[in-house]
């Protein structure tokens, strides 16, 4: 082999490698700040919608984490969606996975400025628009839609006008069809709630506003006007179609709207997460708190790890044993990451985290409404960086052989 055909060779293989190097896509940043969806179906997180952080509506963004393998927060691998997305840009939609459809997401309302937008769609490999009989009723956004045995709940939340509703909206997704639910003794009309389906087949909505003048600081802390407050929570029960309300106990947060909620892995707590608040003379506040079911009594639990900078306008999800908290409005993107993980797998102690695992720890229950998911032993990351290696490795070997040819 000649000097010049050994330095030929090289450059090939080089050549090849820069190739191979230049086609991978780079990763995906997504402009989402907050007033988004986050939908856990088929092992993959979906965000949608929503607004950036200079309070623009996101433009078409549509894409997904994967759950089904470890990661860390530090690098997320957002895959993008957003060639199929072809819903209008809107904010503060409810978004709901339903498992009488196989799985398929339904996504309703939200705040838009195309009128072409529909009231509800579903994805399910791609988006659709369903026919719903039924009066088609107003679009309303700023709630939250609870999934249950067939139906969607979706109660108050706000009319496009800025009016607080408090009536019960309940999307049939076997027959496809709109009804009602009863509205005596409701809560109050309000929107930016918190709301979680017990494994009772009752729901407990809480908190939230019903304040449009209401301003907040930096800090989340409202300084003009009120949220509502939280010493009482009001259940649904959708066997009976009735309204109830519990007085709670303890250490009860201030009054607040726009934070999250979720189930805890025994089904014997609500863990309730960040938020806009009032701030009284001598009360000081904590960003977590757990409301005792069996009891209705308010506690702040034992938190380790690096505690995080509080959000409001976030979505919270159950995977596996952690509380996954996505975007939010109150932190710096710059420092902190888009995703927060809270291991609440033990009730003595959370920990604040940021590597999720696949474990599953053994107290988990099944819940109607429970994010959660058994996780699956599918490696999509190791597929692709297999896919990249043998592809390399096919081309040097092509190369090798056109040069002895």
Known sequence: MSKFSL???LLWILFQILVEVNCQSPPFK???????TATLLDNKLYILGGRDSSDNLVEKEFFFLDVSIPFNTQSLLWQDLSSINTLPPHNAAASVKDNTKNDTLFLYGGVTSDQTMALVYTFNSSWSIPNIAGVNPIRKNSLTGIDHDGKIYLWGGASYDGTFKNDMLILDTINLS??????VNAPTPRDLYGATLLPNNNIVYLGGINDVTATFSQDLIIDKGN???LNEVYIYNTINDSWSTQITSGNIPSNRAGFSTVLGLDGNRMIIYGGIFNNPPGYIDATLYVLDLTNFNWYVPKITGNIPKTRAYHKANVIGKYMVISFGKGYDKSVESD?????ISNN???IWTTTFELSVPNNTISKPNSSSSQLSNNNSTLTRIIAIVGSLFGSILLSFGSFLL
């Open 30 to 36: 997504p402009s989402v700040s907050y007033f988004h």
């Open 227 to 229: 949220a509502l407050t």
């Open 339 to 343: 995703v927060l993980l809270l291991d």
């Open 7 to 9: 330095v030929y060779f």
């Open 348 to 350: 003595e102690e959370y």
């Open 178 to 183: 709109w009804g009602t639910g009863s509205s």
